[in-house]
């Protein structure tokens, strides 16, 4: 399978990226309270500077009988970010303020896009405003629903308001009072899903020192 085919396949950058920014903006230690608003909850989460987290994902396409299942970590630092999944095949995606990359070390795989393309400018318009704390930026682009649930949990759900121009019909995070994101729903318009579940890492040296390393890596 060509690179291109494999992207398009899996839908990256899209459907990566939205989600783990999705997820990133909510692990802030006592990010959600019941007292809490969306607008106080976008200020917490633009101010944060380095997220470190495991993840595990389960794909269930309407293509395949059978769900796909991979984890692995992700980090974020200003504008750079990193995934790499571990399991079941190897294989990071990178960001940084020029260019995208996506690398498959078993097969020697390599792929990488300009930020500044439009496939990539396209994707960056629906989380921006979710890294910046833009409630009107996110109020144009979707039809928000927050709330705290009477027993603790929060829930945020975000459908594009243009359908047409995104990769997904519906986003759905929870989490529990007090506490970071643990899980993440993205329903796509053909009827497809992926599901994420979090957990945070500490901040840490070493975990500085990991991401410089695979992001060097992705570079080759």
Not at 77 to 89: M, P, T
Not at 144 to 166: D, H, M, R
């Amino acid at each position: 399978m060509q690179c291109s085919k494999y992207l398009s396949y899996l839908k990256i950058p899209y459907v990566i990226i939205w989600t783990f920014f999705l997820g990133v903006m909510f692990f802030v230690p006592n990010v959600v309270l019941a007292k809490d608003t969306l607008a106080s909850v976008l200020a917490k989460a633009s101010q944060q500077e380095m997220v470190a987290l495991e993840y595990r994902e389960v794909k269930h396409m309407i293509f395949l009988h059978d769900p796909i299942e991979v984890s692995g970590r992700m980090f974020v630092a200003g504008n750079d970010f990193v995934l790499e999944q571990l399991q079941s095949q190897r294989m990071l995606l990178t960001a940084d303020q020029h260019r995208l990359r996506f690398y498959i070390p078993s097969k020697g795989m390599r792929h990488s896009k300009m930020m500044t393309s439009s496939m990539v400018r396209k994707g960056l318009q629906f989380f921006k405003p979710l890294m910046s704390g833009d409630q009107a930026a996110l109020e144009r682009v979707f039809e928000i629903q927050f709330s705290v649930q009477p027993k603790g949990n929060w829930i945020l759900i975000l459908t594009p308001k243009k359908l047409e121009e995104a990769f997904f019909s519906k986003v759905f995070i929870e989490g529990k009072e007090g506490k970071p994101a643990y899980y993440s729903r993205l329903e796509m318009a053909d009827g497809s899903r992926s599901e994420w579940f979090f957990s945070i890492l500490p901040v840490s040296g070493k975990n500085k020192q990991i991401m410089q390393m695979l992001m060097q890596e992705s570079k080759g």
